[in-house]
Structure formats: C-alpha cells, structure tokens
C-alpha cells in the first residue's frame, strides 16, 4: 500500500508519517494487517503537485488543509478524478480541531474521510484508511456499474436505430411494389376482360389489398413497441370517425352481402380534440374483423354515445361499440383476444386470413388515447366489442364545420381551369410513375411528368398546375424541399389559387409526416394507395369540370 502525506509544514508531515507507521506497525502485530509492505511519501504543498502525485502512484492521499476550500485539496482531489484507471484513489483531509460544519464541507467537497489530529489515535486512523478505501472501492464499483449500464443503454438505443431504420427501409421496399400491384391490377379490372381474365385480375387485387393491411398492421405494431407513433390531437368530428370507418370496409361487406347498420346518439358532440385516424384505425380494423367472421348474408352493427365527464363540464366519454351475427370467441379464448398474435380459432382463422394483430393493435391505440376495450359479450349467435376514450369537447361558432389548416392554405379553384395539364406529377420510381400517369390519362385528364424534384420545380406552373402528386423520398431534392419551393414560387408570382399538394410515401415516420405538412403538403398519404383512393383524391382536390370519370 503506498501512503502519501501532502503537506506545506515538514514538521507535521514528519509526524504524520511516524504516526502512520506506528499505526500499521501495532495491526500487523495484532495479525489485523497483513499486507507485506507499507510505503509512505511526503510531498510539499509547494511542489509541482500533481507531477509528484503521478511519481507516487499512491493508494490514499492524506492532504493537510485548514479547510474545505484549501487550494492544495482541491487540486488533489482534481488529480484524483482525472487519474486515469480501474480503481478511485481516496482523498483524506487532515486537520487540527475540525467543527460539524466544517466536516460536512469536507465531504461535500469530495473527500473520502477525515483525520482529527486533536481527536485521533492510532486505531481510529487505521479505521479511517480502511473506511476511505472501502468507500473508494465501493464507488469505483458503482461507477463502473453506471458505465456498463451506460453502454448497454446505448448499445441498446443504437440497435433500437438500427431497427427503426431497417422496419423503414422494409416498409418502402415492400409498399414501392405493392402500390404497384394494386395500381396496375386496378387499372387492369377497369380494361375489357373475359370473365376469366376479370376473375383473374380481382384476385390479384383482393390479396395485393390483403397483403398491404397485413404489412401495416406489423408495422404499425412495431412502431408502439418502439414508441414512435405519436397521436395528432386536432378538432374532429367522431360522427364523421365512424361514418369513414364505415365506409373504407363498405365494399368488403358488399361482396359478402354483409348489411352494416349504424346508431349514433344525438349527444355525441359535434367536436372534440382527438386524433381522427386512430379513431377510424381502430374502428376499420374491429369491422373488418367483424366482417371476417360473420358468414354471407349476416350483419353488423355500429352503436356509439356519449357519456359526459361527473368531474368536467366539456369532456367526457366517446363510447363505441361492434356487434356481429358471427360464430363468436370460444370462452377460453376471451381473455387473450387482445394478445398480440393470438386468433380466435386456428384452423377457422387460417380460412378467413388474418395476422392476429388486429384487436392487439385495437387495445394498445385505446391504451395510447388512455381509453379501454373489452369484449361485452360473445356467444355462437355473435361478439360485441366495446371501446371508450375520453374527449376533451370543443366548441365550434364561426363556422358549421371544422376548417383544416390545409383547407385554409389551399382553398379549392370551382373556376374553368386554364389550357394544359392541371395535375404534376413528381416521381422517382418508373412503375408507381406509370401507374400515376396511365390512371390520370384513362380518367380523361392531362398531367405533366417530372422524373426527379429538381425537375418538378423547373416545370412547375402556377395557375395552371391545380393538383401535384409527389413522392417524398427522391434523390437530390426530396418531397419536403419541393413543397417549399412550390410554395415559394407561388408567393413571389402571387397565385391566386395555390395548388393542392398531395404527399405520397412508402416509408416515413411521423416525423417526415410533420415535416411534409410543414412545408406545404395538403395531404401525407403512404403507399400502397387504392385506385378509389387516388380517384376520390383528385376529385375533391380539382375542379368540377376537371374531376376523373
């Protein structure tokens, strides 16, 4: 063990030493001791301290200060955090007649222990070195805990990154040619086809729309793992949430010859502050499970009220219920329902098609927007699933409906359009490019094609390009350095009808979505989009006159 003494009397120092010795000499008598040697040094305040301090290699350091703030101190116990190495070294402050206070600062200072040398004898010192250097051992120990805690935190917050980016990179990669397949197939249905060829087509568009739902509902389901879906709080309207809901699985109930009914208490408000998509999200998703499950010719139906908060004037409860004519949840199976992955019945879920992510995703939205579903009741003759949120309501007085941010950006043009094209489309990838194209022309409309975002802004032309169509991830100049530029040439040349910019995406976080919307984007819409989709789109977005077929 090596001992060193810091001192600016040589007096004191001598006696510290001797003290010391005589201190080890008597517990290695007692066999208290037994380490081999004990080297003590001496170094002079004065000196070049820390280079002495290097040359000792101590174990402990025992400084002479008349107080907390002595410079000799505080320069040893900078030395002693900056040495370099696997073990802390323990300063321990020497005075003559020490009060609490003064201790107090001593340690909040940074020292290990104190040595009274009005109050000390050699035992009591012997239990300080050993005290300070357990102390020291046991804060190295908890610093190298903190640093292996430390680097696995990053370790796991870099493959976390890793994984963001690679679920991303998937997400594009898979959606790019999905978008394909759905557009194409679509457009293909729309052609003159023999009853086979039709029957042909249908089925690749059903399983292309399938395997998209499919892919979102993974993905979806690993961004709430991840944390990275973040809710959008606006004004909405839950009428309208359940009326969207309804009508994205319309067709899907059709086919099946399916009747879906619908209830809605008149003191649902007409506005609250929710996020709309999740609402419709979670409603689509217990439909389409309801629609999955309940044999041709049944129904479904769509129940929803409102409850008004005991504790708050202007909230309250959004409660929503579905309830089908299916076979039901067998009860051993009610209780894991909502587990991500499970199905009701294997073998009947492997006919009807399914992940087992549905409900899963249903529960964990619910729990994001702090509301609760619950199966209300399942027997052969049906399943009712309720789910509640609660609602901040808002009040509406300056206009019968809610105006959108982007609706007040980029008010709608009823006039004749101009000559030429009045859609521009900005596209990277040649198939979803040739699908926007050929969809646009057969729908009886022009539309100029831009082959990169550079090349979109040069051909760019206010009041005449009514509706832009772009891609969001393009070499160079991306959708979101696009967007401000279209709205910068529309401010210099004073538009006096801004274009609707629709953002189309296979990838993306919430992120990009915001940053899209910031720069000018109307709407943000990820692949893979469904012909009815983009038809809808560019017949709210242009005129009457120029609305597809």
Known sequence: ??????????????????????????????????EEKVT????????????????????????????????????????????????????????????????????????????DTKHSNLRSTYRTLITAITRASLDTDRQNRER????????????????????????????????NIIGFSSLLEETDLDDEQSEYASYLNKNAIHLSELVSDVLDHSKIDRG???LKYETISPVEAVED?????????????????????????AFVEGDKLRIIQILKNLLENAIKFTPEGGCISVNACWVDSQETDNAGTFECEVEDSGSGIAPERVDRIFAPFVQVDPSRDQQAGGSGLGLALCKRLCEMMKGKIQIKHTSPKGTCIHFAIPFEK????????????????????????????????????????????????????????????????????????????????????????????????????????????????????????????????????????????????????????TAPR
Not at 7 to 32: D, K, T, V, W
Not at 88 to 109: E, N, R, W
Not at 473 to 485: A, Q
Request: charged residues 25%; negative net charge; glycine residues 4%.
């Open 1 to 34: 063990m090596n001992l060193t003494v810091v001192s600016g009397n040589e007096i004191f120092a001598q006696s510290m030493c001797e003290h010391l010795s005589e201190c080890f000499r008597i517990q290695h008598s007692e066999n208290r001791y037994r």
């Open 40 to 115: 003590i040094h001496v170094i002079d305040k004065e000196d070049s301290l820390v280079e002495e301090l290097e040359k000792t290699q101590s174990s402990v350091v025992l400084v002479q200060a008349l107080s907390p703030a002595d410079p000799g101190l505080l320069q040893c116990m900078k030395w002693a955090q900056n040495t370099k190495g696997s073990t802390s070294i323990p300063i321990i402050a020497i005075c003559d007649g020490i009060d609490d206070p003064t201790a107090a600062g001593f340690i909040k200072a940074g020292a290990k222990e104190i040595i």
């Open 394 to 545: 808002v009040e509406v007085t300056d206009h019968p409906s809610v105006v959108s941010e982007s609706s007040k950006r980029t008010p709608l043009n009823h006039e004749p359009p101009p000559d030429g094209a009045n859609i521009l489309v900005v596209e990277d990838d040649k198939h979803s490019r040739a699908y926007i194209e050929r969809f646009i022309r057969y729908s009886g409309l022009s539309c100029d094609i831009a082959f990169n975002g550079q090349q979109g802004i040069n051909m760019f032309c206010p009041g005449q390009h009514l509706l832009i169509v772009t891609d969001v991830f393009m070499p160079h100049v991306n959708g979101i350095d696009l967007c401000y530029k279209i709205r910068e040439i529309e401010r210099e040349r004073q538009a006096a009808h801004p274009c609707t910019i629709f953002a189309i995406s296979a990838g993306g976080s919430e992120d990009t979505r915001n940053q899209m919307l910031e720069a000018g984007a109307d709407h943000y819409l990820r692949k893979p989009i469904r012909i009815d989709q983009l038809r809808q789109m560019i017949r709210d977005a242009l005129p009457q006159k």
């Open 245 to 269: 809901a309804i009508s994205f699985v319309e067709t899907h109930a059709l086919n099946k010859r399916i009747n879906i009914g619908k209830q809605l208490d008149s003191f649902i408000p």
């Open 148 to 179: 292996e805690v430390l680097a696995i935190r990053l370790a796991e917050e870099q493959a976390s990154n890793e994984k963001t980016y690679f679920v991303s990179m998937v997400s594009h990669e898979i959606r790019s040619p999905l978008q």
């Open 228 to 230: 990275s879906i973040a």
